[in-house]
C-alpha cells in the first residue's frame, strides 16, 4: 500500500519540513549523537552538474555512516530498509523545490543526512518502543520526508529525469561529508525562511549551541509572502486559547488580551502576557497556525490581525537563504558554515 502523493506547492513542502524541524528541540539533549553521510552510489542518469570531485581539504573524521536506513511505513506497519544514497535523495526532493540553486541542494543534502543520522544513532541509544526497531518513520509531522522514486515519478511527472539527475548528483556530490563539532555531528536544524537574521538555539529552544547562534540572512527579506497577515476572529482565538489552557482569564476588552512581547533582537516572540498567563512565542504561533513567530498583534473591530514575518522557528540555515547565496555564487560549504558558525564539515567513511 502505497502513500498517495500530489504536486506540492513550496508553501506545502516548507509547512512540512518546518513540522519536522520543530522535534528539532527533542535532539539537541543527545550531546553524544553523531551525523554522517552514506557512500553507497550510483551514477546519475541526464545531464552532468558541477563540483561532482570532492574538494580534498575536507578532513576525514573517525565516524562512520549508514548504509541503509530502516523507515516505518506508518500506512502499513512495515519497516523498508532503503538505501542511504536513495533515502536523501527522496528527502533533499521532499524538502526543496528541484528548481533551487544545485549548490543550495547539496547544502540540504548535508543537512538532511546529518538529521538522519543523528535520529539514527539517538534511536541505537535509546530505542523508541513505537518505531518498533526502525530509525525513524514516514511521519512527516515528527520526522524529516521523503519521497519513494515511484512518489517522485508522480511528483515531477514528464520532468522526472531531468530533476531526479539534479537532486541525485547533488547528494552523490556530497555523499561523503558530514557538518561537525568536536568530531561528533551537530544538530543541523533548518527552516524556510528567516526574519532576516537567524535566532539562536538558546533564545528558542531553551539550550545554547555554539554553531545555533544568530546569524545575517537579509536575502530572506526579498522571499515571496515574507510578510504575511493572518485576521483571526475573537470567538476563534478564544476557543484556541481556551482549548489550550483551560484556566486562562482573559479580560474583557479583547484589545486587551496580549501584552507587550519579550522578542529577540531581530522580533521574534520568546514570551507574551496572553490573559492571565505567560505564553511561549513558539506555542501562540503553533496554537493560531502562523507562519513563524516572528510576529506582531494588533485588534481592531473584533478580530486580531497578526502579522508575520518569515517562515520556520529561524534556528540554523535558512533555506531560501541557502538558495539566495548560491545565486550569489557561494558553494555549498561556505553556506553550511555560514548557517553554522564555528562547525565544520568532516568526510566519513560508509559502513558496507
Same mark, same amino acid.
Given at each position: 500500500?502505497?502513500?498517495?502523493?500530489?504536486?506540492?506547492?513550496?508553501?506545502?513542502?516548507?509547512?512540512?519540513?518546518?513540522?519536522?524541524?520543530?522535534?528539532?528541540?527533542?535532539?539537541?539533549?543527545?550531546?553524544?549523537?553523531?551525523?554522517?553521510?552514506?557512500?553507497?552510489?550510483?551514477?546519475? +542518469?541526464?545531464?552532468?552538474?558541477? !563540483?561532482?570531485?570532492?574538494? $580534498?581539504?575536507?578532513? /576525514? %573524521?573517525? @565516524?562512520? &555512516?549508514?548504509?541503509?536506513?530502516?523507515?516505518?511505513?506508518?500506512?502499513?506497519?512495515?519497516?523498508?530498509?532503503?538505501?542511504?544514497?536513495?533515502?536523501?535523495?527522496?528527502?533533499?526532493?521532499?524538502?526543496?523545490?528541484?528548481?533551487?540553486?544545485?549548490?543550495?541542494?547539496?547544502?540540504?543534502?548535508?543537512?538532511?543526512?546529518?538529521?538522519?543520522?543523528?535520529?539514527?544513532?539517538?534511536?541505537?541509544?535509546?530505542?523508541?518502543?513505537?518505531?518498533?526497531? +526502525?530509525?525513524?518513520?514516514?511521519? !512527516?509531522?515528527?520526522?524529516? $520526508?521523503?519521497?519513494? /522514486? %515511484?512518489? @517522485?515519478? &508522480?511528483?515531477?511527472?514528464?520532468?522526472?529525469?531531468?530533476?531526479?539527475?539534479?537532486?541525485?548528483?547533488?547528494?552523490?556530490?556530497?555523499?561523503?561529508?558530514?557538518?561537525?563539532?568536536?568530531?561528533?555531528?551537530?544538530?543541523?536544524?533548518?527552516?524556510?525562511?528567516?526574519?532576516?537574521?537567524?535566532?539562536?538555539?538558546?533564545?528558542?529552544?531553551?539550550?545554547?549551541?555554539?554553531?545555533?547562534?544568530?546569524?545575517?540572512?537579509?536575502?530572506?527579506?526579498? +522571499?515571496?509572502?515574507?510578510?504575511?497577515?493572518?485576521?483571526?476572529?475573537?470567538?476563534?482565538?478564544?476557543?484556541? @486559547?481556551?482549548?489550550?489552557?483551560?484556566?486562562?482569564?482573559?479580560?474583557?476588552?479583547?484589545?486587551?488580551?496580549?501584552?507587550?512581547?519579550?522578542?529577540?533582537?531581530?522580533?521574534?516572540?520568546?514570551?507574551?502576557?496572553?490573559?492571565?498567563?505567560?505564553?511561549?512565542?513558539?506555542?501562540?504561533?503553533?496554537?493560531?497556525?502562523?507562519?513563524?513567530?516572528?510576529?506582531?498583534?494588533?485588534?481592531?473591530?473584533?478580530?486580531?490581525?497578526?502579522?508575520?514575518?518569515?517562515?520556520?522557528?529561524?534556528?540554523?540555515?535558512?533555506?531560501?537563504?541557502?538558495?539566495?547565496?548560491?545565486?550569489?555564487?557561494?558553494?555549498?560549504?561556505?553556506?553550511?558554515?555560514?548557517?553554522?558558525?564555528?562547525?565544520?564539515?568532516?568526510?566519513?567513511?560508509?559502513?558496507?
Amino acid at each position: 500500500m502505497r502513500r498517495k502523493i500530489r504536486s506540492k506547492s513550496v508553501s506545502e513542502r516548507k509547512e512540512r519540513g518546518d513540522r519536522m524541524n520543530r522535534q528539532m528541540r527533542f535532539l539537541i539533549p543527545a550531546a553524544g549523537m553523531m551525523l554522517f553521510l552514506p557512500a553507497c552510489i550510483a551514477s546519475a +542518469a541526464g545531464r552532468q552538474h558541477p !563540483s561532482l570531485t570532492m574538494p $580534498a581539504e575536507f578532513p /576525514d %573524521a573517525a @565516524l562512520t &555512516t549508514a548504509s541503509q536506513y530502516r523507515v516505518l511505513l506508518t500506512e502499513t506497519g512495515e519497516i523498508a530498509e532503503v538505501p542511504a544514497r536513495e533515502y536523501l535523495i527522496g528527502a533533499v526532493a521532499a524538502e526543496l523545490p528541484a528548481e533551487y540553486e544545485y549548490e543550495a541542494l547539496k547544502a540540504q543534502a548535508v543537512a538532511s543526512h546529518t538529521y538522519a543520522e543523528r535520529i539514527r544513532r539517538q534511536q541505537e541509544a535509546a530505542p523508541d518502543p513505537a518505531l518498533n526497531g +526502525a530509525d525513524f518513520s514516514d511521519d !512527516s509531522s515528527k520526522y524529516q $520526508a521523503f519521497y519513494t /522514486d %515511484a512518489e @517522485l515519478h &508522480t511528483l515531477y511527472g514528464d520532468a522526472y529525469d531531468r530533476y531526479y539527475s539534479k537532486i541525485a548528483s547533488a547528494v552523490t556530490a556530497v555523499e561523503p561529508l558530514l557538518i561537525c563539532m568536536e568530531d561528533e555531528p551537530i544538530v543541523a536544524a533548518f527552516h524556510a525562511v528567516s526574519d532576516g537574521m537567524t535566532e539562536n538555539a538558546a533564545d528558542i529552544w531553551g539550550q545554547p549551541l555554539p554553531y545555533l547562534v544568530s546569524v545575517s540572512s537579509e536575502a530572506d527579506q526579498t +522571499a515571496p509572502q515574507f510578510e504575511e497577515t493572518v485576521t483571526i476572529p475573537l470567538a476563534s482565538a478564544e476557543q484556541a @486559547l481556551r482549548a489550550a489552557d483551560p484556566e486562562i482569564v482573559l479580560p474583557e476588552q479583547g484589545a486587551e488580551w496580549f501584552g507587550e512581547p519579550e522578542t529577540t533582537p531581530s522580533g521574534t516572540v520568546l514570551r507574551m502576557r496572553t490573559g492571565n498567563i505567560e505564553s511561549d512565542g513558539q506555542k501562540l504561533r503553533e496554537l493560531f497556525h502562523l507562519r513563524s513567530a516572528c510576529f506582531t498583534v494588533e485588534y481592531c473591530d473584533g478580530q486580531f490581525r497578526f502579522t508575520t514575518k518569515g517562515y520556520g522557528h529561524g534556528v540554523g540555515m535558512s533555506q531560501y537563504g541557502a538558495n539566495m547565496m548560491a545565486r550569489s555564487g557561494a558553494t555549498f560549504d561556505q553556506i553550511l558554515l555560514h548557517y553554522y558558525s564555528g562547525a565544520s564539515i568532516q568526510r566519513c567513511k560508509c559502513a558496507k
